[in-house]
């Protein structure tokens, strides 16, 4: 999955509950936000684009809730900012929440969010299973961007949202490529705010 490259139209904000004092990222530093777990790539990206926006990034204390909890940690003034992705962003929108940050498409427009990996010495000792695990993964990421209507369908069922709801969440870009260009960025970000202990090696890691 990757993000739409759209502000305003991605599956993944920072919100803030619609009267709070928090206008922009910058505004995120000494706050309490929430992510759905630590060291990863929600509060590397909320790091970066709070750095990029000239805010302090050390400051923000980042806290564990998962995304379904989300909007009400939020309304229940639990947390000052909710890093959700959707289907439960669209829910906080409904109930009031206002974005501050699409912090996956301010850090990179192509921005990769997850994949699959093995490892070469599977991949080497099972070379058939690897090539068709690939290519059915590969068709099923055309099929999902073609039929996004086919997506919703599916998301509905392990999720308990309503009909109206799904019809209006932001789906995620389905690509079959890595972007590199984003994936550099983000392993440097990674690396600059200790998420990573040293910068990846794309070279070993993308096809």
């Not at 909710?82 to 192509?110: H, K, Q």
């Not at 599977?122 to 997506?151: C, H, R, T, W």
């Amino acid at each position: 999955t990757s993000t739409t490259g759209e502000e305003g139209k991605d599956f993944g904000a920072v919100v803030v509950p619609a009267d709070s004092d928090i206008q922009g990222p910058a505004d995120l530093a000494g706050k309490t936000v929430s992510v759905n777990n630590l060291a990863n790539i929600g509060d590397t990206t909320i790091r970066y684009v709070v750095d990029q926006a000239g805010g302090d990034q050390s400051s923000i204390k980042f806290v564990e809730v998962p995304f379904p909890d989300a909007p009400a940690a939020l309304a229940n003034n639990q947390v000052d900012a909710a890093w959700i992705l959707d289907p439960f962003l669209t829910t906080a929108l409904d109930e009031g929440a206002r974005v501050v940050s699409w912090n996956y498409v301010e850090v990179d427009p192509m921005l990769d969010i997850a994949g699959y990996f093995s490892t070469e010495q599977y991949i080497g000792d099972n070379k058939e299973v690897a090539d068709a695990f690939q290519s059915a993964m590969n068709k099923s990421l055309e099929y999902a961007q073609a039929n996004p209507e086919e997506v919703r369908r599916i998301v509905g069922t392990y999720t308990e949202m309503p009909d109206e709801v799904l019809a209006r969440i932001t789906l995620p870009a389905f690509r079959v490529e890595f972007d590199r260009d984003a994936a550099t960025k983000l392993g440097e970000a990674a690396t600059d705010y200790g998420t990573l202990k040293k910068a990846p090696d794309l070279d070993a890691l993308l096809p």
